[in-house]
DNA sequence: GTAATCCTTACGGAAACCCGTAAAGCGCCA
DNA sequence: TGGCGCTTTACGGGTTTCCGTAAGGATTAC
C-alpha cells in the first residue's frame, strides 16, 4: 500500500472520513492540508527531503476566506504539481459531476481517478485508492452516467468557452470581437462569432443568449 | 441533550463526521437518512410511536439519482416536517452561504441554527447543536460575513425570483408577461415586469439580461 | 372632494439580438 | 494559374431588448 499520503481537503466534516479510509488501509503516514497553496508547500518539502509523497487525494473546489493564497483550486494545485513531481499519483475527490471538466482532468492534469462524492462514495474511494496502487488503469467513479469515450461533449472546446464566459460577463457582441483581436484570438469577426454562438444554442437548445447563459451555468462550464 | 437526532445528508463522506460528533455529546439515539422522503417517513413513523425526534440535522441539496424522489430538498424536508411536527429543533448544515437562501430558511422555515460547511465547521457543529440545546436563540455560522439583519437583500421577493427563473428559461418579455397573467401573477403588463427587469439589473450591477441572468446563478437565486 | 403620489401600463426610438444569405479569404490540388 | 471547398467575414431585415417619457388608475393626504 502507498506509504505517505497527502489530502487536500477544505471542509473538515469531509476529510475526516478520507483520513479514516487512509487509516484503515494502514497507509503509514497521511497528512492534511486545507488550503491547496500549503499542499504544494509540502510537496515540494518532501521531495527537498528526499522523501516525497506517493499519493495525492485532493478535491476540486475550495472555499476563498479571508486568507491570500495563489492556487484557488484542485486544478491548479494538479498543475502546479504536475512542474515539480510528475510521476505523483494523483486522486481527485471532488461532487464535480460535470463530464466537461473530469474529462480534461484525465487529459490534461494526468490523474489516476476520479471519485464523485456521492452517498457511497467512501467504498469508492477506498476502491480507487486500491485501484490506483495495484497497477495503474484509470479509475472512473462508477455513478458517473456520461461515457467516458464520448466525444460529444469534448467537441466545446476553450473558445467556446471564452465565448460564454464574456456572454456571462455582460459583454456585447462586438466587445467580444474587440477583445478578441486584442488577444489575437481568432476567429474575432462579430459574425463568426455570432454563428459560434448560434451553434451553441442548438447544441444545449437555447432560445436565446440568455438561457444559453443559465444552461452553461448550470453545466459549470463557466 | 438531545435524546433522539435524525440526520439527513446525502454524502456519506460528511455523515460520518456528523454523526461522530452526535456520538461525542453522547445522543442515544442516531438515525442517518440519505434521502429526504426517508427523513419525513421517520419522521412520521416516530410520531406515531409516540417516540418523536426532538432534533434534526439537514444539508440543502441532495444529489438526484436514479431513484425517484418526493422532497428533493432540505426547504422541502424541513417544509414538510413543519406540517407535521412544527416544534422539531432544525439545524441546516450545508456549503450554501449565500444570504438570500439563508435568511428564508430562519424566517420563512423557521430553522434554529445554521452551520455552514467548512474548515472548522465541525466545531461549530457541535457549538451550534449545544446552544440550540440550552435556550433557542437563533445561531449562525460565524463564517458568514453577512448581517443578519440587513435588509439589502431581503427586498428581492419570489415575484423576483419568478421573472429570473423565466428569463433563465430562455422566456421573452411577452411570454412571461402571457405567463404572468395565466397564474394570475400581478403587475403582469410587459413595461412593468421590464422596470422590474431593470432594478434588477441596477441592483446587480448587471450590464443587460445575459449578464443578470449569470450573476443570478451565482446568487443562487434561481 | 380634490390634489398629490405611487403603481401599472402604453408607446417609441435606438441598440443589440437573431437568422439567413452572400461575398471575401485561404489552403489544396490538378 | 485557376478552380474547388472550407472558413471567416460582411450585410440586411425582422425581432427583442433597452431606456426614457407619459398616460391611466388606484390609494393616500389633507
Redesign the interface.
Known sequence: MFKKVLVAE?????S???V?VLEELQVPVIHHV?YCDEGLLKIKKALADKEPYDLLITDLSF?S?HRKVNLNSGDELVEAINKVQPNLKKIV?S?E?KSYRIKTLFNELGINAYVS??????TE?RNAIESTFNNGEKILSS?LSFNFNDKSLIEIESYDISILKL??????LESISKEFKDLSITPNGTSSIEKRINKLKIYFK??????L??IA??FGL?
Open positions: 477544505d471542509l473538515d466534516s469531509i475526516i472520513a478520507v479514516q486545507k472555499k476566506d475527490f461532487i459531476d462524492k456521492g452517498r457511497n462514495s467512501i474511494l455513478d456572454l456571462s460577463q455582460g459583454y456585447i437555447a432560445n436565446n443568449n440568455v438561457h447563459i443559465a451555468k448550470d463557466v
